[in-house]
């Protein structure tokens, strides 16, 4: 019957566990304890690793994929068009959005004649992958190092223009997002984007 078995093995990962006596220290798991006692031991002279957060907030990397935020222009208008290609390229699809047409009694509030009426990214769904950043042709919405606050409620992550938008008084800094081509880009006045 066991060499039936033997020829049966699928892998050759299989070990063959020994049924070797334990000693009397052994038995009293005394060498255990005293090696965890040891490693214990060790660890009260090395330096701590925790970091008293949220007073002291450790250093994220300058191109640390955080919370978005959407963008506005030199004069405070939103840069997002509703073109949906931000919503296109996630491959989460986290991002939803509805375009609506712009009044022209609403020439200070959207930069283009088509805005997003409703904007929300699923901070659940999210991947922080950077490919709605990428995708965005008006260079409306960027990750940030800001972190995504915690929730008890599932509804709360869904994140909509009220929380993504960014406020007329408080700009966020995105410059370390954007690459020396995208800069450069940025200063060519000849492009239709630029003017």
């Given at each position: 019957m066991n060499q039936d078995l033997n020829k049966i093995k699928l892998t050759d990962r299989s070990q063959v566990v020994s049924n070797k006596k334990m000693t009397l220290l052994e038995k009293?798991?005394?060498?255990?304890i005293f090696k965890g006692l040891y490693v214990t031991f060790t660890h009260l002279f090395r330096k701590k690793t925790t970091i008293q957060f949220p007073e002291v907030k450790r250093?994220?990397?300058?191109?640390?994929?955080?919370?978005h935020v959407?963008?506005?222009?030199?004069?405070?208008?939103?840069r997002c068009t509703?073109?949906?290609?931000?919503?296109?390229?996630?491959?989460?699809?986290a991002i939803t959005?509805?375009?609506?047409?712009?009044?022209?009694?609403?020439?200070?509030?959207?930069r283009e004649e088509k805005?997003?009426?409703?904007?929300e990214i699923n901070?659940?769904?999210?991947?922080?992958?950077?490919?709605?950043e990428?995708?965005?042709?008006?260079?409306?919405?960027?990750?940030?190092?800001?972190?995504?606050?915690?929730?008890?409620?599932?509804?709360?992550?869904?994140?909509?223009?009220?929380?993504?938008l960014e406020p007329i008084d408080a700009r966020i800094d995105v410059s370390k997002r954007q690459t020396p081509e995208v800069l450069a880009f940025k200063k060519d006045k000849t492009q239709l984007h630029n003017k």
């Open positions: 009293f798991y005394l060498p255990a250093p994220v990397s300058s191109i640390y994929r955080g919370m959407l963008k506005r222009d030199e004069e405070g208008r939103e509703a073109c949906g290609l931000c919503a296109l390229s996630c491959p989460a699809e959005m509805v375009a609506k047409e712009r009044l022209e009694s609403e020439k200070h509030l959207y805005y997003a009426a409703v904007y901070m659940l769904r999210c991947i922080y992958c950077g490919d709605c990428t995708a965005c042709p008006k260079e409306a919405i960027f990750l940030t190092d800001r972190f995504v606050p915690s929730e008890e409620a599932r509804d709360n992550f869904i994140y909509g223009k009220d929380k993504l």
